[in-house]
């Protein structure tokens, strides 16, 4: 897979092969790139094989801990958090794969197509199919690492089951969000501002700057950005300016101090606390782990 920026907000691109178009693999913890707001053009499904932790989409908070299924649709603004020893079966796939199924099963991509009308995000864990939706997981995973005779229809065989299970079972009528629903207008505002603050990470932004890029009131901005990123876009900043400090530390010479007014931190205390907050080692120990 290989990252890039849209106008406004990264997009995570996936190059897979046209006759096997699925990226199945087990990730441990998240890193920051996912602890950003971003998006895909393919579907996502989440196994959550231990841990805990919380994700951010289309401005929900979904908490989700060992056993859980999540499903991320193409084009949802989401970003990940892990609150404790995380380990994810992460199974991405190119929803063109299945158009040939839509002739006989129009419903077979409704898990996504209807998500937020029919399905959540999060997979009801007390539903009594979800043993079995995990079984089949389990069993695509075997098959893609084993790659024995035909494991290719064997993946398909259990993609294509795993959703039908999914619209029979976990379909929800009437379904009504909880939380305020943010319509199109407001999510591309907040892209329009992450894309900014990307681009100008290392600028002394003020919430009054931010907001009227936008041209919002900083208080209805702040709500707005809360609900979609699940935090403050001051807090929001700080995490980018970290990534690339991270970046800087590891793959250049410069010193600590240099990286850290680089990265928009006009005090080194500030830095190294900030940096030891987030990371859990100072920025000195950390560049040394990294020296060659």
């Given at each position: 897979m290989t990252f890039s920026?849209?106008?406004?907000?990264?997009?995570?691109?996936?190059?897979?092969?046209?006759?096997?178009?699925?990226?199945?693999?087990?990730?441990?913890?998240?890193?920051?790139?996912?602890?950003?707001?971003?998006?895909?053009?393919?579907?996502?499904?989440?196994?959550?094989?231990?841990?805990?932790?919380?994700?951010?989409?289309?401005?929900?908070?979904?908490?989700?801990?060992?056993?859980?299924?999540l499903l991320i649709n193409s084009n949802d603004l989401h970003c990940a958090y892990e609150t404790k020893d995380l380990v994810i079966l992460v199974i991405t796939f190119d929803a063109s794969w299945f158009l040939g199924n839509l002739r006989y099963d129009p419903e077979i991509l409704s898990p996504f197509k209807e998500m937020g009308a029919y399905f959540t995000n999060l997979l009801d864990r007390k539903q009594p199919m979800m043993d079995e939706l995990r079984s089949i997981l389990f069993a695509l995973q075997e098959e893609h690492i084993t790659e024995r005779q035909s494991y290719s229809s064997m993946v398909y065989s259990h993609l294509l089951r795993f959703l039908a299970s999914v619209n029979r079972h976990f379909r929800m009528e009437g379904l009504v969000r909880a939380k305020e629903k943010l319509n199109t207008v407001q999510l591309e505002k907040v892209r329009t501002v992450i894309y900014a603050m990307e681009e100008r990470y290392a600028h002394a932004w003020t919430l009054e700057e931010l907001s009227g890029l936008v041209f919002l009131s900083p208080s209805r901005f702040n709500d707005i950005f809360r609900l979609v990123v699940g935090m403050a876009p001051l807090a929001y900043l700080i995490h980018i300016r970290l990534e690339h400090a991270v970046m800087l530390l590891e793959t250049t010479t410069m010193k600590v101090t240099e990286v850290a007014h680089e990265c928009g931190f006009h005090t080194l205390s500030n830095f190294n606390r900030l940096f030891k907050k987030h990371l859990g080692v100072s920025p000195r120990v950390f560049k040394s782990w990294n020296v060659k």
């Open positions: 920026n849209t106008r406004d907000i990264p997009k995570e691109k996936f190059k897979m092969a046209k006759q096997y178009p699925i990226y199945v693999a087990d990730t441990e913890g998240v890193n920051s790139f996912y602890q950003k707001l971003h998006w895909h053009d393919v579907l996502e499904i989440n196994l959550i094989k231990s841990g805990r932790g919380y994700y951010i989409i289309n401005g929900q908070r979904f908490e989700f801990q060992q056993d859980d299924i």
